[in-house]
């Protein structure tokens, strides 16, 4: 490994408030980036850079820390467009759709998981993110969430079982007996190959008590916690999620005076899914309500195929912008450092010292046109720390 300059550098951001113009997401202009081996070495004005064995002049574009998504589920197959049509012409998601899903995805071969979840992770780097998060759950029995578990880790360190997805056709009688698997059996062949447990707590998923057993169990096996809730309504996801000290809760469109409460006082970060709102036709979570009381606030894609199929972050920002409170600068910041947090990673989601170098070099001056521009392609390469530079377009 050799070291580089990014040089000439027309807004760099940072997140770190120690540099630049003080503001959290330390800004620098006409500035200069030195990665070393990977890491984040130099950051500073392009006229004071060190040398470096490689320079790239970025000719006045921006750069920022690469963005973390830390809530996909990527591996799956089939697709769901007609039930997307049908609710923008006025039918309301009740979570039914996923066993669609999971009819496709059991009958899919492994390489085409494999081929179809690589087409999703390029189209997301190609849109500047540089970690993602997968979780299994769409194949519901013992040995395919074995499966997913297992493509998943081929692609990221950032795994997730979700075996607690929803209760397959065959169970709906017997839903204890399904729980007791999740819990017992398929957690004990997934957790090799997982970091994270999850559970959708939620109406027509999983109750509070089931979602409890599930994460009790998970912890003691050593996976951390995230939790899906409060998607569909004001259902005890939140509360748990802080009672567990889980890493994130998810969604947290219904959210409570008692929910900001709990979440403003732990370490559990909301993370939301502007995505899902927006392919299901609902009202959209406050970002602002979250971020006025102080609660550590993510932003990610949910990329899924039935309510969030999803593949650019920056159509993320333009909606938590236009439609929930969030400035320009607040909803960078949420995609980058707060999927960090939500993932619990202090290493990435940002450039300072030390950092992983993950980085997304865009096409444009200043990373305010993720939602200026909304919809455009605006990364011209992604940069991941021990890799070289991906330059495209
Ligand atoms: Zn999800």
Same mark, same amino acid.
């Given at each position: 490994?050799?070291?580089?300059? *990014?040089?000439?550098? =027309?807004?760099?951001?940072?997140?770190?408030?120690?540099?630049?113009?003080?503001?959290?997401?330390?800004?620098?202009?006409?500035?200069?980036?030195?990665?070393?081996?990977?890491?984040?070495?130099?950051?500073?004005?392009?006229?004071?850079?060190?040398?470096?064995?490689?320079?790239?002049?970025?000719?006045?574009?921006?750069?920022?820390?690469?963005?973390?998504?830390?809530?996909? &589920?990527?591996?799956?197959?089939?697709?769901?467009?007609?039930?997307?049509?049908?609710?923008?012409?006025?039918?309301?998601?009740?979570?039914? =759709?996923?066993?669609?899903?999971?009819?496709?995805?059991?009958?899919?071969?492994?390489?085409?998981?494999? #081929?179809?979840? %690589?087409?999703?992770?390029?189209?997301?780097?190609?849109?500047?993110?540089?970690?993602?998060?997968?979780?299994?759950?769409?194949?519901?029995?013992?040995?395919?969430? /074995?499966?997913?578990? #297992?493509?998943?880790?081929?692609?990221?360190?950032?795994?997730?079982?979700?075996?607690?997805? /929803? /209760?397959?056709?065959?169970?709906?009688?017997?839903?204890?007996?399904?729980?007791?698997?999740?819990?017992?059996?398929?957690?004990?062949?997934?957790?090799?190959?997982?970091?994270?447990?999850?559970?959708?707590?939620? %109406? =027509?998923? *999983?109750?509070?008590?089931?979602? &409890?057993?599930?994460?009790?169990?998970?912890?003691?096996?050593?996976?951390?916690?995230?939790?899906?809730?409060? %998607?569909?309504?004001?259902?005890?996801?939140?509360?748990?999620?802080?009672?567990?000290?889980?890493?994130?809760?998810?969604?947290?469109?219904?959210?409570?005076?008692?929910?900001?409460?709990?979440?403003?006082?732990?370490?559990?970060?909301?993370?939301?899914?502007?995505?899902?709102? *927006?392919?299901?036709?609902?009202?959209?979570?406050?970002?602002?309500?979250?971020?006025?009381?102080?609660?550590?606030?993510?932003?990610?894609?949910?990329?899924?195929?039935?309510?969030?199929?999803?593949?650019?972050?920056?159509?993320?920002?333009?909606?938590?912008?236009?439609?929930?409170?969030?400035?320009?600068?607040?909803?960078?910041?949420?995609?980058?450092?707060?999927?960090? %947090?939500?993932?619990?990673?202090?290493?990435?989601?940002?450039?300072?010292?030390?950092?992983?170098?993950?980085?997304?070099?865009?096409?444009?001056?200043?990373?305010?046109?993720?939602?200026? #521009?909304?919809?455009?392609?605006?990364? #011209?390469?992604?940069?991941?720390?021990?890799?070289?530079?991906?330059?495209?377009?």
């Amino acid at each position: 490994m050799s070291s580089i300059v *990014f040089s000439n550098i =027309g807004e760099l951001t940072t997140n770190d408030p120690s540099v630049g113009d003080g503001s959290v997401l330390g800004r620098i202009h006409d500035a200069a980036l030195v990665i070393d081996d990977g890491y984040v070495v130099w950051a500073g004005a392009t006229k004071d850079a060190p040398a470096a064995d490689t320079e790239i002049d970025v000719e006045g574009v921006a750069i920022i820390p690469g963005f973390v998504d830390s809530h996909t &589920h990527l591996v799956f197959a089939g697709e769901r467009s007609e039930e997307f049509a049908a609710r923008m012409a006025g039918e309301t998601y009740d979570g039914g =759709g996923i066993m669609n899903t999971v009819t496709a995805t059991r009958s899919a071969s492994t390489d085409e998981l494999r #081929q179809s979840t %690589q087409r999703r992770l390029d189209s997301l780097r190609a849109n500047g993110v540089t970690t993602v998060e997968m979780k299994s759950g769409y194949e519901l029995t013992l040995e395919g969430e /074995v499966r997913l578990a #297992q493509i998943a880790s081929e692609f990221t360190e950032e795994t997730t079982f979700l075996g607690a997805h /929803v /209760v397959p056709a065959e169970y709906r009688q017997n839903r204890d007996a399904y729980v007791a698997l999740v819990a017992g059996e398929m957690l004990d062949q997934c957790a090799p190959l997982v970091r994270w447990a999850d559970v959708f707590c939620d %109406q =027509g998923a *999983f109750s509070v008590e089931e979602a &409890h057993l599930i994460l009790a169990r998970a912890k003691d096996k050593g996976l951390e916690l995230r939790l899906h809730g409060n %998607q569909l309504g004001h259902t005890g996801g939140i509360a748990l999620a802080v009672e567990l000290d889980a890493a994130s809760v998810d969604h947290c469109t219904y959210v409570s005076d008692v929910d900001i409460e709990a979440l403003s006082g732990s370490h559990t970060v909301a993370t939301l899914l502007p995505g899902a709102e *927006f392919s299901t036709k609902s009202e959209y979570p406050s970002g602002r309500l979250l971020l006025d009381a102080g609660v550590s606030v993510a932003l990610a894609t949910d990329c899924n195929p039935g309510t969030s199929y999803v593949t650019n972050m920056s159509f993320i920002i333009a909606v938590a912008v236009r439609e929930m409170g969030f400035s320009v600068d607040e909803a960078l910041y949420a995609t980058t450092m707060g999927g960090a %947090q939500a993932l619990r990673r202090s290493d990435i989601g940002h450039l300072r010292l030390g950092a992983k170098a993950d980085l997304a070099i865009l096409n444009v001056p200043k990373a305010a046109h993720f939602a200026y #521009q909304p919809g455009a392609s605006l990364v #011209q390469a992604v940069h991941r720390g021990g890799e070289s530079p991906d330059f495209w377009g």
